[in-house]
């Protein structure tokens, strides 16, 4: 047990780890400096999500209130597009863009986007594999098995391929929130959206980064037993 958590591949654990504490902080400063700058038209997130939804085409889709902050997301399950209470009433150029891109994944699902297929496919088995994969390993380590080593990190490697499916998704609902959002705001309260946006991104990015770190990891800590 000493040799998993005090050998020297914990160094990789912590550029991933400091990229997300970035990333958690850009998101939160940029979201806070664009929700102090209201939209010149009034617009309201709500009533921007309906009226982007109902542009795309997605009539069907409900939109509700949810507790939290940025807490959003869209739920393809019951088509419903949930926005947080520092979003759903807020007239901010952060809390529009923030429905847009909401907006974005609704509109990915009715045109049938093929990555938002593949990472709603994967979400349960990527549960398991998550949920699983450090008791399966520790157990290959415990008893010096090869094979169950590798089946715990093939059952991590699972949340590295949804952190790699995940990442096109969200830049392609924000590319997709951006355009319909042309023309709807003002081209500096565009460009505040897309600031907004673009930090969002980069949690997706440490996730990839942090999930590939990881599995590099868990390779050189059973490389390293079963040479012992």
């Not at 009433?89 to 994944?105: F, Q, R, Y």
Request: glycine share 8%; hydrophobic share 45%; net charge positive.
């Amino acid at each position: 047990m000493p040799y998993f958590y005090y050998d020297w591949t914990m160094i990789l654990v912590i550029p991933g780890l400091l990229l997300g504490l970035y990333a958690q902080f850009k998101v939160k400063s940029t979201f806070a400096r664009y929700s102090r700058v209201r939209t010149k038209s009034g617009l309201t997130a709500e009533a921007a999500a309906r009226m982007l939804l109902s542009r795309g085409g997605s009539t069907n889709v409900t939109i509700s209130r949810v507790n939290g902050s940025l807490t959003d997301h869209y739920d393809p399950s019951s088509k419903t597009l949930r926005l947080s209470d520092s979003v759903y009433g807020s007239d901010s150029v952060a809390a529009v863009g923030v429905a847009a891109h909401e907006c974005g994944h609704a509109l990915q699902e009715h045109d049938g986007y093929g990555l938002l297929k593949l990472r709603t496919a994967l979400v349960p088995v990527v549960n398991i594999g998550s949920s699983l994969y450090l008791p399966i390993f520790m157990a290959g380590l415990l008893f010096s098995w090869e094979p169950l080593q590798m089946v715990g990190i093939l059952c991590f490697g699972l949340t590295l391929l949804f952190s790699l499916v995940t990442l096109p998704v969200e830049i392609n609902a924000s590319r997709r929130a951006l355009g319909m959002l042309d023309g709807v705001l003002e081209a500096e309260e565009l460009q505040g959206a897309k600031a907004v946006l673009s930090a969002a991104a980069l949690t997706y990015l440490a996730s990839v980064i942090s999930s590939a770190l990881q599995l590099l990891r868990l390779i050189l800590i059973s490389r390293s037993r079963n040479r012992d």
